[in-house]
């Protein structure tokens, strides 16, 4: 299992890259894997052979006005574990919360 962190947008398409990228992550939203998107990426969680190809035809669609796109592609690969998109988060925020416990500032 693995978590990918992914950034898509079209070259030489104006100053707004909105509609493009809302495109790309429908398509994420639509795989039913589990995803998140933040300012400048989307994850998504899954085997490869699961994550692949929604990336894929996210960025074919972002290139489907005919430009040239750019990709960004990160993965985090922890074979046998699970659920880590959220997992992860949730050790930071443990962590952060024991250091204020231990340390009496918030």
Same mark, same amino acid.
């Given at each position: 299992m693995a978590v990918f962190a992914f950034s898509v947008a079209p070259l030489g398409a104006g100053e707004s890259v909105t509609d493009s990228v809302a495109e790309a992550v429908r398509i994420?939203? /639509?795989? !039913?894997? #589990?995803?998140?998107?933040?300012?400048?990426f989307t994850e998504i969680e899954?085997?490869?052979d699961e994550v692949m190809p929604v990336?894929?035809?996210?960025? /074919?669609?972002? !290139?489907? !006005?005919?430009?040239r796109v750019s990709l960004v592609l990160k993965a985090d690969?922890? #074979?046998g574990r699970t659920g880590q998109l959220e997992g992860k988060v949730a050790r930071v925020e443990e962590a952060l919360a024991e250091d204020e416990s231990a340390t009496g500032h918030a």
């Open positions: 994420v939203r /639509e795989s !039913g894997l #589990p995803n998140r998107t933040t300012s400048m899954g085997e490869w990336i894929q035809r996210a960025t /074919e669609a972002v !290139g489907n !006005g005919g430009h690969i922890r #074979p």
